[in-house]
């Protein structure tokens, strides 16, 4: 992506900690000893490509942020912090509310993936500089099977041409911006791609790390930590040489 492209990530962290059995939300449980949402924001901090970050949190939470995460750690390129809605897509609204209108393109990252890394965001922003639209995904390798509402098998889907989408997720910002607006109040959208592609815009897709896993449960925590731990004992052996 060039770098006169103005390009500002929406981080999504108003997830709550129902599977995780928490009742701390799952972006701010410690991860290494700093919160998830720490390490989903610090790459594209890092970023040469990233304008500014806007964080969505949880109403209660948007001072905690600014003073335990923003401040604490210093975030700079984190310009606005708001408050998010009762869906995700009403979150993501708030967040481009607070995106700064000259933006070229806006990526939209969970909160809860502190596994995504600066050469993979570099990817998928190529990615979208090139059509106008890409996301993060992984191919399917587990057999997948319909069943019905008791549990049993109707059919097997063949899996040659599904993936499973990760974030982030990046397109223009006049791309996004009418999905949102063209969004009609039933659909039932789990992602920004899917906003985007019920607009009829087109999506490339990049494919992602295995490992950029969105936390959900404390397994996944345990996992992450480790994956962390790991890379940060590569950084330092590579220093030491």
Known sequence: MKMDNKTAVIIVAGGSGKRMKTKEPK?????L????????ILPFQQSPKVREIILVVPPGDLEWCQKNIVSRFGLSKVTRIVAGGKERIDSVREGLNAVDPQTDYIAVHD???PLIDCETIERVFDGALETGAAMLVQPMTDTV???????NVIKTIPRHD???AQTPQIFRAEWLRKAYDL??????ATDDASVVEHAGYQIKTVCGEKIN???????????AAFILSQRRKEHEDRDRI
């Open 145 to 151: 099977k319909k069943v019905d509402g008791s549990g």
């Open 27 to 31: 972006q701010f449980l410690s991860l």
């Open 33 to 40: 000893g700093k919160p998830v949402l720490f390490h989903s």
């Open 183 to 188: 969004l009609p109040e039933n659909l039932q």
């Open 162 to 164: 599904l993936r499973l």
């Open 111 to 113: 909160g809860a993936r």
């Open 213 to 223: 896993v969105k936390i959900t449960t404390p397994a996944d925590l345990t996992v």
